[in-house]
């Protein structure tokens, strides 16, 4: 190792090689492949007025740079792989109950981001080949894990919006040097991602619930308490009422049963109208498709037992407020939590 150092500046972070890294980047500043002593992650405000801070740089600008919001990153040691992970999160869990938790952002969901960024030092002489290949391995491993997490959406479109990649290597210190020879696969840089990417959500607390499944489909509480309202004709509507409903929706929301029978639905529809199923054409008639009236059946059940599955036939067929404008699992499956929801409400 040429004695790679990490400087660390409350306006950024200083990757420093004074032998020099072949660097193959996305960044900022970056020319794709450059020969450079630094490597440099900065808050950057008035085009990078921060860099000129950092003396080592005005040596032939010797540099490559990428401008971040925030400045939060770690180290992890794989054999040869040295990997820095660098974290932009503007997301927060709030405590919605004292058993339900959100996802939530100060600033909203349309400008928050989630980025998570590499920056991959490899203890050898590479060519630029061999770079690249490192680099696509790289991009598709992180696409796919992320992928493979089946975020919410609202989640899953802030994220990655912004992030950065470089992959590092040393450079030869004398004429007629050999390039390393490296098998990439040999290099685990697959498990040096998926770790680090584990652990950078285990830092940022980065967990999500079945609140945050109903956001990401559109559904509010207060659209489904709406709902529920408007089939009520044995009783009076009022803010008592409302606030017995929505008392019923979060304890429902928390219990175990209801939130598989929910994960189930909005999964099953996510592959229908993604047409991940071969044999489903959501585009032809459904009318032999009965297992969403089964799960709707088997909420309504599981809330309130036989009153609220008669509530659910009811409910299923008028299709008030929200029902109407909900896809076909999703339609019957939260039918049969309204109607669940109302029968207790009601009984109590």
Not at 53 to 77: C, G, M, P, T
Not at 116 to 139: F, M, P, Q, R
Not at 159 to 185: H, I, M, R
């Amino acid at each position: 190792m040429f004695g790679v150092n990490v400087i660390e500046k409350d306006y950024g972070v200083f990757i420093n090689n004074p032998n020099g890294f072949l660097a193959l980047s996305d960044f900022t500043v970056s020319h794709g492949v450059d020969i450079v002593n630094n490597v440099n992650i900065i808050i950057a405000k008035d085009d990078f007025e921060n860099l000129d801070k950092e003396s080592d740089n005005q040596d032939e600008r010797l540099y490559i740079a990428q401008d971040v919001d925030s400045i939060s990153f770690y180290k992890d040691k794989f054999g040869d792989i040295t990997l820095y992970t660098f974290i932009t999160n503007d997301i927060v869990i709030d405590e919605f109950t004292d058993k339900l938790k959100v996802a939530n952002s100060p600033k909203g969901f349309i400008d928050a981001k989630i980025d998570i960024s590499h920056v991959l030092y490899i203890n050898k002489v590479l060519s630029k080949k061999d770079l690249l290949k490192i680099y696509k391995k790289i991009a598709r491993v992180k696409a796919k894990y992320l992928a493979s997490m089946n975020l919410p959406t609202h989640i899953s479109n802030i994220l990655n919006t912004n992030d950065f990649s470089a992959v590092l290597c040393d450079v030869p210190q004398s004429k007629g040097y050999e390039f390393d020879e490296v098998d990439v696969y040999d290099l685990n840089i697959g498990d040096a991602i998926e770790t680090a990417i584990d652990k950078c959500l285990e830092r940022m607390n980065l967990t999500f619930g079945i609140l945050d499944y109903l956001v990401s489909e559109g559904i509010l509480i207060g659209d489904l308490i709406d709902t529920a309202m408007e089939l009520i004709d044995d009783a009076d509507v009022t803010d008592e009422l409302r606030q017995k409903m929505e008392n019923q929706l979060l304890n429902a929301f928390a219990d175990i049963n209801v939130i598989t029978l929910l994960m189930a639905a909005i999964r099953t529809e996510q592959d229908f109208e993604g047409n991940r199923i071969r044999e489903i054409d959501i585009n032809e008639n459904l009318k032999y498709l009965h297992s969403d009236e089964v799960l709707g059946l088997a909420i309504a059940n599981q809330i309130a037992g036989t009153d609220a599955i008669f509530n659910f036939k009811r409910y299923n067929a008028a299709k008030p407020g929200i029902l109407a404008h909900l896809p076909p699992v999703l339609e019957d499956i939260f039918a049969g939590l309204i109607a669940g929801c109302v029968t207790k409400a009601i009984d109590e």
